[in-house]
């Protein structure tokens, strides 16, 4: 399974994290985007919508290129 | 404008109660619904001793109630996480040291809020969870076992609706019997551990599998509101609306309570035997109150209308969209809240900036919020477009509105300076919950409305009135000798240009000031009756009007007559005081000047140091000078008067 980062999804992908990483991570973790978690995303763009469980979240591109995902195929 | 500080002496008024509930949650899980509903009016805005951060504090019942910031972690570098950790380790004051923990999940984002249960129950004190949104989370087909879920959390669980109110009954009971956790926690030090602890509590205490169908209508809605084009046009109507909704439905009450002041102002005059005591009551006090608490309408519709746009999760997405926008400038998208509510008054605009997570931008939000055109602001725009623009309503309109772009494009252009010098850096990369959008609560609404009003209101009663009462005596005394025999209102010397006795106004303090500093003020065309305006407009900005009315005479109440008066007073050299090109250099300083002690202290103490507030006050008079200057000089060679 090859990882990328969460920006380079395009909307309606879904991916599974495997890694956050950067001096907001333990936020991220926080506000649901933890390890093994599965995220939808639902619009690109600076910034964009991502979904984990039932938690929306609006990140910018600086965030999204911190988390490492597994995409579905 | 003035907005009130949140007092520092929590719960000073509930006597006696039996223990002390925090209520710790995330944000956006219903927490403050909660807390409106267990408290409703038995609640204030108080500031969480030696920080910036304010909780609500209420009774319910026989306990005192603090609803504590919102926070996703306990454990991150946040003010409001800061300040749940010290609260629930005993380290601030005792009035903020809870006795019981109520803790608010979510039963939408279960996964997210069990985390935060971990680190919640390691401090060891008794404690219940209520867990919120239970009907919500049950039409969408996630079912929990609130007795499985109780036993691995080892305390009780109440399952409720805060919005609806169901399952709140039992939450009164639960408390009175609240226990410290008794089940084996997993240490908040290993997330691995923490992750699959989790997992288990909620494969244990959900039907399998545990999948929450999607919120179609947040899709939905999302698609226009989100719009990086579609977003920013709805965000404008919903603006314009704002604006709209608040300049209509405010004039009625605004007018009301102008009348009210009037008559309560007359009525003293004619009960009063006529001296200091009458002038400083009449003139000082009443007059001084009036020209504050009329803007409380405005400000109690800017709050409930706010509350009611938060509440529905729209606001959220007006952050993101604005996000884009403000970025270019150096700010995040959550510093549009801030620079929204500064149009009511910068001082709880100010004390919102505190939902700007990183300090820099919160500081680039802070020093230039008071660019924004605040609704102290707004008679001055009145008095001096009027006297511009008498018989133009349509270019009085566009002059109007300019007044409030031109406040705009100060506060995004000195933003825009700030973080390439003195806060260098771009504005923190965003991250923002998107809440499920929701009807909207009436009630909670009304009562964030009360609460600010009450704040504002007891400013008014204090700060403001003691400025108003200082202002007064400077422009009384020294008395003239062999002046008219009363106070100020009844000069009518500025109108006798060859008169050789100083009028009282001339001969008091204010006057001597005025006079002393008028020549900074000569080249922006000002004389020194519109000094001493001025300078007693540092205050507070609405002083402006009352200060004119008290200097060309007779009595202050804002009424027509008094602006007219304003409007075709006399220098000493029998010129019009004023002009186009005065108005235009005056209306262009109010726009821009730092005109605003209480704005000041606000800055100072959110801001963390009086450094600040100085620098804020020199940018803005500088460039308001500035600006005055040059619009003094373009209306002169466009032809002036």
């Known amino acids: 399974m090859s990882t990328t980062t969460l920006d380079t999804l395009t909307p309606g992908d879904t991916a599974t994290i495997a890694a956050t990483a950067g001096d907001d991570a333990p936020l991220l973790r926080a506000m649901g985007l933890r390890e093994g978690m599965d995220v939808t995303v639902k619009r690109t763009g600076e910034p964009c919508i991502v979904e984990a469980g039932n938690t929306r979240l609006g990140l910018a591109r600086a965030m999204t290129g911190d988390i490492e995902v597994i995409p579905h195929t | ?641």
Request: hydrophobic share 50%; aromatic share 8%; glycine share 10%.
């Open chain 2, 1 to 641: 404008m003035n907005q009130g500080e949140p007092s520092n002496h929590a719960g000073q008024d509930l006597d006696g109660p039996v223990r002390t509930v925090a209520l710790v949650g995330q944000p956006n899980v219903g927490k403050t619904t909660l807390f409106n509903r267990l408290c409703g009016l038995r609640s204030h805005t108080a500031n969480i001793p030696g920080s910036t951060v304010e909780a609500q504090v209420g009774r319910w019942g026989t306990s005192r109630v603090i609803d504590l910031p919102g926070t996703y972690a306990i454990t991150l570098k946040q003010p409001e996480a800061t300040v749940v950790r010290e609260c629930l380790s005993g380290q601030r004051s005792d009035a903020f040291t809870p006795t019981v923990v109520l803790l608010v999940l979510d039963a939408t984002s279960l996964q997210r809020g069990l985390h935060l249960a971990i680190e919640t129950l390691a401090f060891g004190l008794p404690c219940v969870v209520a867990l919120n949104r239970v009907d919500t989370a049950r039409k969408r087909g996630f079912e929990i076992d609130e007795r499985r879920l109780a036993s691995w959390l080892g305390c009780e669980v109440v399952s409720i609706s805060a919005r609806s109110g169901h399952g709140v009954n039992h939450l009164q009971p639960a408390i009175a019997g609240a226990r410290v956790c008794d089940a084996p926690l997993p240490n908040t030090d290993d997330p691995g551990v923490c992750d699959d602890w989790v997992d288990g509590v909620i494969r244990e205490s959900t039907p399998r599998p545990p999948v929450l169908a999607a919120d179609h209508l947040s899709d939905r809605l999302d698609i226009a509101f989100t719009h990086p084009f579609l977003g920013v046009l709805v965000f404008g109507l919903v603006m314009a609306g704002l604006f709209w909704t608040i300049f209509a439905f405010a004039a009625v009450p605004m007018d009301l309570i102008d009348t009210i002041f009037g008559h309560v102002g007359g009525w003293l005059a004619s009960i009063l035997p006529a001296g200091d005591l009458r002038d400083l009551i009449v003139d000082g006090i009443v007059g001084g109150l009036a020209g504050t608490v009329v803007f409380l309408p405005q400000i109690l519709l800017l709050f409930f209308l706010i509350a009611l746009l938060e509440d529905t999760g729209y606001l959220a997405r007006a952050a993101f969209v604005m996000d884009r926008v403000l970025r270019h400038f150096g700010l995040p998208g959550q510093a549009f809240v801030p620079m929204l509510s500064a149009h009511a008054c910068a001082i709880p605009a100010i004390m919102s900036t505190r939902l700007v997570p990183d300090r820099r931008d919160r500081l680039a939000v802070i020093l230039t919020a008071p660019f924004l055109s605040c609704s102290a602001r707004l008679p001055v725009y009145v008095l001096l477009i009027g006297v511009m623009f008498a018989d133009q309503p349509v270019i009085a309109g566009v002059v109007f509105a300019g007044s409030y772009a031109l406040g705009i494009i100060a506060a995004l252009g000195s933003a825009f300076l700030a973080r390439r010098t003195i806060l260098p850096g771009t504005a923190r990369p965003m991250v923002i919950e998107l809440p499920d959008y929701q009807w909207p609560s009436i009630t909670a609404a009304l009562l964030t409305c009360w609460d600010r009003g009450w704040l504002f209101l007891r400013k008014a009663g204090t700060v403001i009135l003691g400025m108003v009462v200082v202002l007064w005596w400077l422009s009384a005394y020294p008395k003239a000798p062999e002046a008219a025999p009363t106070a100020p209102t009844a000069i009518a010397a500025t109108v006798a240009p060859e008169s050789v006795a100083p009028s009282p106004m001339e001969y008091s303090f204010a006057g001597r000031i005025g006079k002393a500093v008028q020549p900074v003020f000569d080249p922006l065309g000002w004389d020194w009756q519109l000094t001493v305006g001025v300078m007693t407009s540092f205050a507070a900005r609405e002083v402006f009007v009352s200060t004119m009315a008290v200097l060309v005479g007779g009595g202050d109440q804002e009424d027509h007559a008094v602006l007219d008066r304003i409007a075709h007073a006399k220098r000493d050299n029998g010129q019009p005081m004023l002009t186009t090109e005065t108005s235009a250099s005056l209306l262009i300083f109010f726009v821009l000047a730092m005109q605003c002690l209480p704005t000041l202290a606000v800055t100072a103490r959110e801001a963390g140091g009086w450094k600040w507030a100085a620098i804020q006050f020199g940018w803005m008079t500088a460039l308001a000078w500035g600006g005055a200057w040059i619009a003094f000089r373009v209306v002169i060679a466009a032809g002036g008067t």
